[in-house]
C-alpha cells in the first residue's frame, strides 16, 4: 500500500472549512484513497472515499490532484465536534477482508 | 440501534489472568475485525474473519486466539496477560458486496481499554 503522509496537527476556527491535506505521491492506479477520524475515546468513523474524482457526501468533500499523488479532505463549516485524528488511508478495494493501516494522521482542533 | 457493540467496556485484570472481550454487529456484515491501539495512538489490525474463516492474522502472540460463533460475533480470549498488552482494543465489521456499500467502509466498535496490573 501506497505511504501517506499527513501534517501531525491543525487547528481551525469554528464555522470555518477545515482543509486536511494528504500526501501519497506513491500511489498506484487501483488504490483509493479513504479518510476516517477518530474522536476522543471512540472508534474510527469512516467519513469519505474516492478514486480519481472529487467526492462529496453528507459529511465532507474530497479533492483528488489530477496526478492523484495528494488530495485534501474539506469540512466545509467545522464545528467543536469535528475536533478528531484525521486519516488519509490508501488502498486497494477488493471484496473480503481488507487490513486498514492507520498512521499517526492530523490531530485537528476545532476553536471556538 | 444498529451498530457494532463491545463488551466490557473497561476490564482491569492482574497479569497472568486469562480474559475474554465479545463483540457483536447487527449490521449484516461478512467481515469482522480486531484492533489494537496501543498507549503512543497507533491504531493496528490484529485479525479479520470473513464468514467465520480467519483470514488475516497479524503478528500477534497466539495468547490472542479469536473466535468467530457467527457472522454476527467475533470474539477476542487473551490468556496469561501480560502488562504490554494493556491498550484499547476495537471490534470493526465491514460489509459485504452486495449490499452496494465500499469494501473499505469499517464500522468500529466503542472500544474496550483492557488495562493489566
Known amino acids: 500500500d501506497a505511504k501517506t503522509t499527513q501534517p501531525p496537527s491543525m487547528d481551525c476556527a469554528e464555522g470555518r472549512a477545515a482543509n486536511l491535506p494528504c500526501n501519497h505521491s506513491?500511489?498506484?492506479?487501483?488504490?483509493?484513497v479513504y479518510w476516517y477520524r477518530q474522536i476522543h475515546s471512540q472508534g474510527p468513523q469512516y467519513i469519505i472515499h474516492?478514486?480519481?474524482n472529487n467526492e462529496t457526501n453528507e459529511m465532507a468533500s474530497l479533492i483528488i490532484t489530477e496526478d492523484r499523488k495528494s488530495s485534501t479532505l474539506i469540512l466545509p463549516h467545522a464545528t467543536l465536534r469535528d475536533t478528531a485524528v484525521y486519516y488519509c488511508?490508501?488502498?486497494?478495494?477488493?471484496?473480503?477482508?481488507?487490513?486498514?493501516?492507520f498512521g499517526q494522521g492530523t490531530r485537528l482542533t476545532i476553536n471556538p | 440501534d444498529t451498530a457494532v457493540s463491545q463488551t466490557p467496556k473497561y476490564l482491569v485484570t492482574q497479569m497472568g489472568n486469562d480474559k475474554s472481550i465479545k463483540c457483536e454487529q447487527n449490521l449484516g456484515h461478512d467481515t469482522m475485525y480486531w484492533y489494537k491501539q496501543d498507549s503512543k495512538k497507533f491504531l493496528k489490525i490484529m485479525f479479520s474473519y470473513n464468514n467465520k474463516e480467519l483470514i488475516i492474522n497479524e503478528t500477534v502472540p497466539n495468547r490472542f486466539s479469536p473466535k468467530s460463533p457467527d457472522k454476527a460475533h467475533l470474539n477476542l480470549h487473551i490468556n496469561s496477560l501480560e502488562l504490554g498488552d494493556s491498550a484499547v482494543y476495537f471490534c470493526?465489521?465491514?460489509?459485504?458486496?452486495?449490499?452496494?456499500?465500499?469494501?473499505?467502509?469499517?464500522?468500529f466498535g466503542p472500544g474496550t481499554r483492557l488495562t493489566v496490573l
Open positions: 470493526a465489521s465491514s460489509p459485504p458486496e452486495a449490499s452496494g456499500r465500499h469494501y473499505n467502509e469499517q464500522f
Open positions: 506513491t500511489i498506484s492506479g487501483n488504490e483509493y
Open positions: 474516492g478514486l480519481k
Open positions: 488511508i490508501v488502498r486497494v478495494a477488493r471484496q473480503g477482508a481488507q487490513k486498514l493501516v
